[in-house]
């Protein structure tokens, strides 16, 4: 099982930018795909973006697109998410996931199976 680590998580004012890293180490044959989720309190985790480690496709929420950009760096072993124009409704606590799905959905929370414990993102 692929063992995952956020980082990058802070506070930063509205409109500044963020760059958060999923470092994923351990044997991974079963990882067909990367996602970056997010929850607050009371609410439900919500899936904000996703990659497909072989094909390299990208997937994001509405909410985000044109402003958080998914990636993945195979020599570090690392998935990122620039996160740019950060507004008040983008602090969460911020998970990087791992899923053997190669069919979808590729950002709901359903289709994760190994979770990172979470880096926090506060926008004020």
């Known amino acids: 099982q692929v063992q995952l680590v956020e980082s990058g998580g802070g506070s930063v004012q509205a409109g500044g930018s963020l760059r958060l890293s999923c470092a994923a180490s351990g044997y991974s044959y079963n990882t067909n795909c990367i996602g970056w989720f997010r929850q607050t309190p009371g609410k439900e985790r919500e899936g904000i973006a996703a990659?497909?480690?072989?094909?390299?496709?990208?997937y994001y929420t509405d909410s985000v697109k044109g402003r958080f950009t998914i990636s993945l760096d195979n020599a570090k072993s690392t998935v990122d998410l620039e996160m740019r124009s950060l507004q008040p409704e983008d602090t969460a606590m911020y998970y990087c996931?791992?899923?053997?799905?190669?069919?979808?959905?590729?950002?709901?929370?359903?289709?994760?199976?190994?979770w990172g414990q979470g880096t926090q993102v506060t926008v004020s």
């Open positions: 990659i497909r480690t072989g094909r390299g496709n990208t």
């Open positions: 996931a791992s899923s053997p799905t190669t069919t979808g959905p590729f950002l709901s929370p359903s289709a994760y199976n190994n």
